[in-house]
């Protein structure tokens, strides 16, 4: 893909590839491709994002580009993991201002991924040890964590009645707010990965026998509604989602993943997103990539926003979809972490930092988290 063009002085120079090149997103205009997608890092004190966020996100702006801050949630019944960040209070707004003001510094736009856990949870990390919340109350099965060595233990959820699911998009909409409040440019629903909102929309975790389970329409009424609420709080050109319809993360698996993904692209139509994210199928469970016969291009052509992809990319894989037009934009996760200059080093073909997975949750406020190095750091 990387072809000659004329430079200044007749001297050769590399077109860029189809990754960094130019995109308009929405009323947001993007200098390239490759997006910061959504890390969970647990370095935030009390769900409070802190002073070293502030270097982490900064290193990884260019002008231009698009980063997706880590998981944040939407209330204190959503935390899943220790130290997450939260926007549900004055003193994470506050704490939030000063890192979203480094990114829009360096002119970079800046969304911030809204969440729920769910029943990925257990007691010690809910308000005054009560079971966590979900669509159903059946239990997870201890699991390795991500980084592959802790195992996540969860407590039996309790099932959420069909009154105070209202109560939990009210937590959306207001965290939404909130995040404006804070100066991000918009917010992505997190629905994929088996947090709340997927569970509600898979069925195998969805039992409910009331309008919020059975058929597909209904499992996805609570999901839709969050999307609604927020669109209409902060406007549906500050709003994207992120789903993962073919993942089973958390024992959330669908039997028509196909069918749940198509559903809920034209659902989203309706509101005019500004863009979708979804998760490839090839990343079934966390960080691990296997073969798929499924594809996201369906969901593509049907979606009428802007469509990113995630999972596995590489620079390779990155440049071909876009130049395939399977996605206008590409979220990498892992080796934007241990790569600050992502977007540099596709530029120049450079050699890549390896990231080390035993330091992805530690809540060291600099190992594994500001110190990868840069590009001229190496040479």
């Not at 039996?156 to 959306?172: A, G, K, M, S």
């Not at 959330?252 to 863009?275: C, F, H, I, T």
């Not at 390779?316 to 892992?334: F, H, M, P, Q, W």
Request: with cysteine.
């Amino acid at each position: 893909m990387d072809g000659k063009v004329q430079g200044q002085n007749g001297v050769s120079a590399e077109a860029p590839i189809p990754l960094l090149t130019s995109y308009t997103l929405g009323k947001f205009q993007l200098s390239h491709r490759v997006v910061l997608a959504p890390l969970t890092r647990m370095r935030s004190w009390n769900n409070v994002p802190q002073p070293h966020a502030i270097l982490y996100y900064s290193q990884r702006t260019t002008k231009g580009g698009l980063l997706i801050a880590e998981a944040t949630g939407v209330s204190d019944t959503a935390q899943g993991y220790p130290q997450t960040p939260g926007i549900w209070t004055k003193e994470q707004v506050e704490a939030w201002k000063p890192i979203v003001d480094a990114v829009h510094a360096k002119g970079g736009i800046f969304f911030c991924q809204i969440w729920h856990v769910g029943r990925v949870s257990n007691t010690g990390l809910q308000p005054n040890g009560q079971a966590p919340i979900s669509c159903t109350d059946k239990p997870l099965t201890p699991q390795s964590q991500s980084n592959g060595f802790n195992v996540a233990q969860f407590s039996t959820p309790r099932r959420l009645t069909t009154e105070e699911i209202p109560q939990v998009v009210n937590d959306f909409r207001l965290a939404a707010r909130n995040a404006i409040e804070a100066g991000f440019d918009g917010v992505e629903i997190h629905g994929a990965h088996g947090y709340l909102l997927d569970q509600f929309m898979k069925d195998h975790v969805n039992d409910r026998t009331d309008k919020y389970g059975g058929s597909l329409e209904n499992r996805c009424r609570f999901p839709l509604e969050v999307v609604e609420a927020i669109v209409d709080e902060i406007g549906a050109d500050k709003v994207g989602i992120r789903l993962s319809p073919f993942a089973d993360y958390a024992e959330a698996g669908d039997s028509n993943p196909e069918a749940l993904g198509l559903y809920m692209v034209e659902s989203l139509n309706k509101y005019g997103l500004v863009y979708c994210h979804m998760v490839e199928p090839r990343m079934k469970t966390v960080g691990e990539k296997s073969e798929s016969p499924h594809s996201l291009l369906p969901m593509r052509k049907a979606f009428r926003g802007t469509f990113i992809v995630a999972g596995g990319y590489d620079r390779e894989d990155g440049t071909n979809a876009v130049a395939e037009n399977r996605a206008d934009l590409v979220a990498y996760g892992r080796v934007f972490l241990a790569n600050p200059d992502l977007p540099k080093r596709f530029a120049l073909n450079a050699p890549l930092n390896k990231y080390n997975r035993e330091t992805f949750y530690i809540p060291d406020p600099v190992l594994g988290y500001t110190d990868y190095p840069f590009l001229e750091d190496t040479e």
